[in-house]
Structure formats: structure tokens, C-alpha cells
């Protein structure tokens, strides 16, 4: 059997989630940095498989966690806007390019503070991903977590690991506003707190947040066991912790009845809900969290996450229906028009594509960014 058949086969039984095949595929020295025709290696077909054993048989092959495809995102990177936290470790561990960024110009760090994946965002600042680099689109982690979140105690964990690790509070994007900016405008007082430096937090809680960090699990049980649930915002907190602490154990189902039991009361648990859903790849759970939480709230936040989590699954068609919807409401918002554009252009739709660039150029002429998404657009048209 020559190279090419082997590689093909490789691709296929990772595809196919066989290890058996990979494993013997490797025996007949099938390369590991090959890559099908839309320049994806073994590795990130892995990763949006999210099977962390293939993952780790890939890496001990010296599979290339920072090989792009042909949009120019890296298993890395990959890995980390999905918040799958320990490929994200490994890759670190096998040479990941910590300052590498994607065709937005996003570092790791950067997605996951947007998607809310807060470990992820823990490991990427642990190993030193930039904190105040800025994307294309004029954004830093700072910024994406006060815009793109809710203010609610995830996003709140985000920030505040964010800003402990050095993030500049006063860093303006294109439109000149700074993270405060945003969090005055967006009603988010307790992120305006942590940006002021004067939020308070009941140390019970401090305790078992670093508790959890430090994968002190068995501590942080005793600690949420002690809580003594006489304020509603006590309640809140526990219960979300009670959530988070059993999804790093790794205790799914135990996780999804927590943010069940929240959600009645709190509609931030959604998201929460969601990303639990995601993790455990129940997608279409996934949407129907979205769409009951989008049913409920006159805010863009659950919108934008149902469009980029369509986005993420590949299903363009249906993000449209959610981008269509946030820019009719959200007119002044180019990074609206900017994903829309892009779904758009993966849908083959690039006269369309075009059309809503335009709109996110007439916002701001001077980017690059959207003139070259905008001139591929152009080619594709013609092809």
C-alpha cells in the first residue's frame, strides 16, 4: 500500500473514531500530518470529534498541534474555542504555539473568553497565551467577555482571572470604548466592580472557587457542604458552584441537574446549561436551551451564542437565521455583519457575503480584515 492510500486511511478511520485502525495505520507508517482536502490534519479531525484518546494517540505520533487548514485554524486553537480543556493541555505539552492566532487574529485565549469556557481560559493564561493581544476586530479577551457575556458569575470568574493576570482594563478597541464602557452600557454592575476594583465577594466563595481551580474537588465539596443558604444570593452562587464543581469531576449528569435546578430561577443558568449540553455533545439539547432562553430575553447574548455555536457545528444555513435576526435588531454592530458575511460565504452564498461585508466596511473603512474577507468573497463569486 503506497503513502497516499495509507494517509487516506488514516483520515478515514479518524473519521470513523477507530483507534484499532489509526493505531495500525501508524504500524505501516502512515504520516501523521497528512491532511484531506480541506487542509484538516488527523488531529483536528480528532479534536472536532472531541475524542481525547485519539487526540493523545495522535500527539504521541508527533502529530502538529499548530498545523492549519484552509481557513488557518490549528488544533490548538481549534480545541480551545471549543473549551475542550485537557486537549488544550496536552497540545500545550507538545509544543502548541502559545501566541498563534486564527485567520481573526484571535489567540486560544480570546474564543474561550468569548464562549465562556473558563478553565480553558485558566489553563491558557497559566501557560502564558497573551493576555492583551488584540484580534482584528480591535478585541482583546477583556473586551470579548464584557460584549460577548452576561455579566453573570461565569463571565464575572472570566474577568476577573483576566484581570489578575495583567489585563488592561483601559485597552480601547476600534470604536474607542474600553471594557467599563461596555459594562456601564450593558447594566453589568458587578463586572463594573471588578473593572473598578471595588467588588466584594463573600470568602466562603473565594475559598472554594481556588479550590476548585487547584482541582482541590474533595475540598471544595466540604466547603459548599458548609454554605449555610440564608441569602438568595448565597443560593445562586451555591448552586452554580455545585454545578461547575460536578462538571470538572467530571459527574455530567449530576452537573445538568444543577443548572437545571438554577435555570428555574435564574436565566443565566442557561448558558450554562448549553455548554454542559455541548460538552457532553448533545447539540440539539443545545438549541432548545438556546431558543427557551432566547424566548425569555430582550438581550442579544443567547442569540449570538445559538449563531456561534450553529457556527461551530458547521451548520451555516441555520446560523443565518440568527445573524438575520441580530442585525435587523443590532444594526450598528459590525461584528454582526462580519459573521454574517462569513456564514454566508460558507454557504456559498457570496453575492450575499459581499452585501453584508459592505456593511461592516461602511462601519469601518480602515479594517482590512473585512476589505480581504470582502475581496475572497469576490474570487469565490467568479470561480
Known amino acids: 500500500m503506497n503513502g497516499t492510500a ?21 504500524a505501516q507508517r502512515a504520516a501523521v500530518n497528512c491532511a ?5 490534519s488527523p488531529l483536528m479531525l480528532a479534536v472536532k470529534k472531541n ?56 489567540t486560544a485565549l480570546l474564543p474561550s473568553s468569548e464562549k465562556g469556557f473558563i478553565r480553558t481560559v485558566e489553563i491558557c493564561l497559566e501557560a502564558g497565551v497573551p493576555v492583551n493581544h488584540v484580534n482584528r476586530l480591535g478585541w482583546s479577551a477583556l473586551l470579548e467577555a464584557v460584549i460577548l457575556g452576561d455579566g453573570g458569575i461565569l463571565y464575572q470568574n472570566i474577568i476577573r482571572e483576566l484581570l489578575e493576570h495583567g489585563a488592561d482594563s483601559l485597552q480601547k478597541d476600534f470604536d474607542n470604548k474600553t471594557p467599563l464602557d461596555y459594562a456601564v452600557e450593558r447594566g453589568q454592575t458587578e463586572v463594573v ?29 466540604t466547603l459548599l457542604s458548609e454554605v449555610h443558604l440564608h441569602e438568595i444570593n448565597l443560593q445562586k452562587k451555591w448552586i452554580y458552584y455545585q454545578g461547575y464543581l460536578a462538571e470538572r469531576m467530571k459527574e455530567n449528569e449530576k452537573a445538568v441537574s444543577f443548572y437545571q435546578e438554577g435555570l428555574i430561577h435564574y436565566p443565566e443558568f442557561a448558558f450554562y446549561l448549553a455548554n454542559m449540553y455541548r460538552k457532553i455533545n448533545q447539540p440539539e439539547k443545545v438549541l432548545a436551551t438556546y431558543d427557551k432562553a432566547i424566548a425569555a430575553s430582550q438581550d442579544y447574548f443567547f442569540r449570538y451564542h445559538k449563531s456561534n455555536f450553529l457556527r461551530d457545528q458547521g451548520r451555516h444555513e441555520e446560523a443565518l437565521v440568527e445573524m438575520d435576526q441580530l442585525v435587523a435588531t443590532y444594526p450598528d454592530r459590525t461584528d454582526f455583519y462580519f459573521h454574517q458575511a462569513n456564514s454566508f460565504r460558507s454557504s456559498g452564498h457570496h453575492q450575499a457575503a459581499i452585501k453584508a461585508m459592505d ?17 475572497t468573497s469576490e474570487q469565490l463569486l467568479k470561480s
Not at 475524542?51 to 488544533?75: E, F, I, M, W, Y
Not at 472557587?209 to 474537588?217: E, L, V, Y
Not at 482590512?368 to 470582502?374: K, Y
Open 359 to 375: 456593511e461592516a466596511i461602511k462601519r469601518q473603512p480602515t479594517n482590512p480584515l473585512f476589505s480581504e474577507h470582502r475581496t
Open 6 to 26: 495509507l494517509e487516506a486511511n488514516l483520515l478515514e478511520a479518524v473519521n470513523k473514531e477507530n483507534q484499532h485502525e489509526v493505531e495500525a495505520l501508524f
Open 36 to 40: 484531506d482536502e480541506f487542509g484538516q
Open 51 to 106: 475524542n481525547l484518546t485519539l487526540v493523545n494517540v495522535l500527539l504521541a505520533q508527533g502529530a502538529d498541534p499548530n498545523q492549519r487548514d484552509n481557513t488557518q485554524l490549528s488544533p490548538f486553537i481549534c480545541a480551545a474555542a471549543n473549551g475542550r480543556d485537557e486537549m488544550v493541555t496536552e497540545m500545550i505539552a507538545h509544543g502548541a504555539d502559545l501566541p498563534s492566532v486564527n485567520r481573526f487574529g484571535g
Open 193 to 221: 466592580a471588578l473593572i473598578n476594583g471595588t467588588a466584594t465577594e463573600v470568602p466562603v466563595f473565594v475559598a472554594i472557587r481556588t479550590a476548585i481551580k487547584k482541582n482541590q474537588f474533595k475540598e471544595a465539596n
